[in-house]
């Protein structure tokens, strides 16, 4: 009787209780910036290799596996992605090993960063004592951590992109940078709609990728987001047009400006809201040429998955950071 009694009462528990799985332990978005960045400062402290260059690598591996369809979506602290092969040995026959004798008697890249006897892929701590190692054969100065990272990913756009995320980092000092912005201060007039995939004819036919933002000359063009300035310059179909690539891995093309804020530079770090240019109506034609349509501001958005680079549709982006603005703006 006894017995039976235990047993019903834990069958009710199982089914009544509440129970705390990976998946229900949500932490706040601040919480899982300072867990991360904490385990970057302890391999910064054991390595000497910059934590903002492990925080770089990071967020452009996180940011695949969001773009991409052959990799896991993020479920940990660490995305740096390491398949089981590498990990394991390219010869060892057992994949899932965990064993850091075994694994290191056939030349794989897992370590036992935790200290508890395993070499596990799920660790983050592993994963990052397993990258760390890598990048120790090469040294933890810039040019070598550099060469490090091409010999990883064999791709210069992927070495640039990480470097440049990890000049964003160091200049703000955390990789608490999601805040965004309206490209256009909500002052001033102007329109837009969806635009993205319709037609053009100007220099042959191809599509519109971006929306157009109709607004008076010099109307400031701001940042959207934390990135940095890759491109600077005249095209013949964009006029005068600045490109900013953000922390994930997502390029923002601003195009017929009527010209520069000053100072600006490619290479500089930028942060939503900083005016980088006004609106204007430069473009098809050779440099200078302007006044063939109505100002306007062209907003593009592209994504770069490691492998390649496609645009995407913008309009959702910028009616939620108008969205946003105008909340900031009533409460302020």
Known sequence: MYIRLLLLLTILCVLTCPVQTHAEEQLSEEQIHTKRMELFQKSEALTHIPWYYLAAVDQYERSLRFARKDREKPSSLISIYIDAEKWSGPLNPHLQDENPK????FNGFGRDGDYDGKASIKSDEDIMAAFTDYVLQYGTDRDNFKLALWDYYKRDKTVSIIMGKAKIYKHFGTIHLNDKAFPLPLRFNYSYRNTWGDARGWGGRRIHEGTDLFADYGVPVRATSYGIIEMKGWNRYGGWRIGIRDINNT???????????????VGQVVEPGMVIGGVGSSGYGPPG???????????GMYKDNGLTEWSFDPYPHLRQWERKDRIKSRKS
């Open 102 to 105: 075994t694994i290191s008697l």
């Open 251 to 265: 390029y923002h093309y601003f195009a017929h400006l009527s010209g520069f804020s000053d100072n600006l530079k």
């Open 289 to 299: 040429t302007s006044g063939k349509f109505p100002p306007h501001l062209h907003y």
